[in-house]
């Protein structure tokens, strides 16, 4: 299995069906490898465990994690499967988080907030430069600044993922704005 295709089947998997091959998560996510590559292969698919812990040290986004003896393997957050209930700890936010959308989502957002969809949370970044990735993942991208500071201060609960995603339960209408003035 080509290391793009792998990760985009891991990241299913762990995110969102371990069922699809048999797979049990325990609540903070975590998988063990053998059982993944096994569930994989029943399936048809050509994983292996080096492919896995590939998935894990490659790329810049660090979906993934290894535990210490090399032998599980949970994504860091974007769950929507409920076998996950990962437990963060709180955290002060920065004063200003961002969130990349593509442009045609903005009506909701401006009626609805931010809300997690199918996922546990909505998914935040401390830089720019990374909501508009995410943005163009969806579209044409467009940034949403999130005034995480009053939200935080109102208390809203904010966590940061070990990858550095900041994760929080939604975003209120009144708490977004972005560089133009407007929301």
Known sequence: MN???ASKFIAYVLR???ESIGLALDAEGWADIDALVAGAVASGRGLTRPDVVH???????KRYE???????IRALQGHSTPQVQRSFEPVVPPVRL???T???FLEAI???GLLPGTRQHVHLSADEATA????????????????AGRMHAMGHAFHRAENGVWLTQAVPPEFLSEPGGAA
């Open 3 to 5: 290391p793009e295709d």
């Open 16 to 18: 969102h069906a371990p």
């Open 55 to 61: 998935a894990t040290v490659s790329g810049a986004k």
């Open 66 to 72: 290894l535990s210490g003896d090399g032998q599980r």
């Open 98 to 100: 961002f969130h990349g």
């Open 102 to 104: 593509a442009t045609r």
């Open 110 to 112: 401006r009626s609805q």
């Open 132 to 147: 508009v990735q995410v943005g163009q993942r969806h579209g044409k991208a467009h940034v949403l600044w999130v005034d």
